[in-house]
């Protein structure tokens, strides 16, 4: 079974950068779709970027666009998230996500309940 292992989280000033990385177990992850969301205390998970098996495709929320960028090694079994120009409202833990449920589909996922496999989350603290 795959298993994903996040990294990178940190305490940092507004403005600074930080990459994630979530490695992956397993001979398919390179054909599943995967996402970055994030969870603020006292608030719901939501979508930060997914990219595509190929990681031809992206998605960005929002909030994000045009500071974060998803990126994917399949030879190294791993999905990054590089973060820039952070603000303290980006302060939550990251989790990074796997759909083993479908190999190689076209599709970006936005939703929660698409996923079926979960890291544990990396805490990522942005003071003002």
């Known amino acids: 079974q795959v298993q994903l292992v996040e990294s990178g989280g940190g305490l940092v000033q507004a403005g600074d950068s930080l990459r994630l990385s979530c490695a992956a177990s397993?001979?398919?992850?390179?054909?599943?779709?995967m996402g970055w969301f994030r969870q603020a205390p006292g608030k719901e998970r939501e979508i930060v970027a997914g990219?595509?098996?190929?990681?031809?495709?992206?998605y960005y929320a929002d909030s994000v666009k045009g500071r974060f960028t998803i990126s994917r090694d399949n030879t190294k079994n791993t999905v990054y998230l590089q973060m820039s120009n952070l603000k303290p409202e980006d302060t939550a833990v990251y989790y990074c996500?796997?759909?083993?449920?479908?190999?190689?589909?076209?599709?970006?996922?936005?939703?929660?309940?698409?996923?079926?496999?979960w890291g544990q989350g990396t805490q990522v603290t942005v003071s003002s």
């Open positions: 996500a796997a759909r083993s449920t479908q190999i190689m589909g076209l599709r970006i996922y936005l939703q929660i309940d698409e996923y079926d496999l």
């Open positions: 397993g001979r398919t992850f390179s054909r599943y779709a």
């Open positions: 990219i595509s098996w190929s990681g031809v495709s992206q």
